[in-house]
């Protein structure tokens, strides 16, 4: 039986366009400890697409052929130990984006930049934040 969503995928699956899609390889597997799972590559060498397991996810992506060009987004990550993988991140060469810091709605959250643009908040929730604590903080931070 073929099922809709295929083994070890979510209802929603990040894609990303870049222009160097090795570089881009080998940032998820340095920053965020990725798995290259699959790359197909097409007959001028550029990777048609690629998929990447990030902790319970995947993430594909391709270089885009012309006239398409590549795309930047900010993807949200929660993970157990959100200082020691903005830490890894840096070290893989992404730049910091925002400091690590406590956030009014309970994670301890930083993000950092990709060569390609791409932001990475990087997260760890620390605790759970009622919606009339949440409004009290947000209003007194001034957001």
């Known amino acids: 039986m073929t099922h809709p969503i295929p083994q070890g995928f979510h209802t ?3 894609y990303f366009l870049v222009r160097d899609g090795p570089r881009f390889i080998r940032f998820l597997e340095e920053a965020f400890g990725g798995v290259l ?5 097409g007959s001028d060498g550029h ?3 690629a998929e990447v397991r990030v902790g ?3 993430v594909m992506l391709g270089e885009p052929p012309e006239p398409h060009q590549p795309t930047r987004t900010m993807m949200y990550l ?3 130990d959100a200082d ?3 830490r890894r991140a840096m070290a893989a060469g992404a730049t910091a984006a ?3 810091e406590d956030q009014f709605y309970g994670d301890r959250a930083g993000a950092v930049q990709d060569a390609e643009g791409n932001t990475w908040w990087i997260a ?3 605790e759970e934040v009622p919606a009339p604590e949440l409004e009290r903080r947000r209003l007194a931070k001034g957001k």
């Open 47 to 49: 990777i048609l697409n």
């Open 37 to 41: 799972r699959a790359r197909h590559d």
């Open 78 to 80: 929660y993970v157990p």
């Open 98 to 100: 925002a400091p690590m």
């Open 124 to 126: 760890t929730r620390k």
């Open 84 to 86: 020691a993988l903005y």
């Open 12 to 14: 929603v699956t990040p």
């Open 56 to 58: 319970d996810s995947i």
